[in-house]
């Protein structure tokens, strides 16, 4: 069983710039995509970005497309997501998850594709 474990995240101020990181162990990482969702308070967990298994094709969600960025680096097991240009509506828990299946063809929005999930860490921004 994948265990994620999460580090980064904190305050910033709008405009700035935040990176999370998501170190994966006990399990097979390079085969499967890679997902960063987040929560905030009584809001339903939602979709920002993804990343193949390979790291070659990246997805957004259209909130977060063209300001963060998620990269993986597949020796060391761990997924990045570079948040730049921070809202106040990027407040949120945000957590990694990896796919339930590997070399899945289709990309996973969905948080029910994913199977392990890190702790969650959490990303403030003021305004």
């Known amino acids: 069983q994948v265990q994620l474990v999460q580090s980064g995240g904190g305050v910033a101020q709008a405009g700035g710039s935040l990176r999370l990181s998501c170190a994966a162990s006990g399990g097979t990482f390079s085969g499967y995509a890679m997902g960063w969702f987040r929560q905030a308070p009584g809001k339903e967990r939602e979709f920002v970005a993804g990343i193949s298994g390979t790291g070659v094709n990246t997805y957004y969600s259209d909130s977060v497309k063209g300001r963060f960025s998620i990269s993986r680096d597949n020796a060391k097991n761990t997924v990045y997501l570079q948040m730049n240009s921070l809202k106040p509506e990027d407040t949120a828990v945000y957590l990694c998850?990896?796919?339930?299946?590997?070399?899945?063809?289709?990309?996973?929005?969905?948080?029910?594709?994913?199977?392990?999930w890190g702790q969650g860490t959490q990303v403030t921004v003021s305004s």
């Open positions: 998850a990896r796919d339930r299946r590997p070399f899945r063809t289709v990309f996973a929005t969905s948080s029910a594709d994913f199977g392990s």
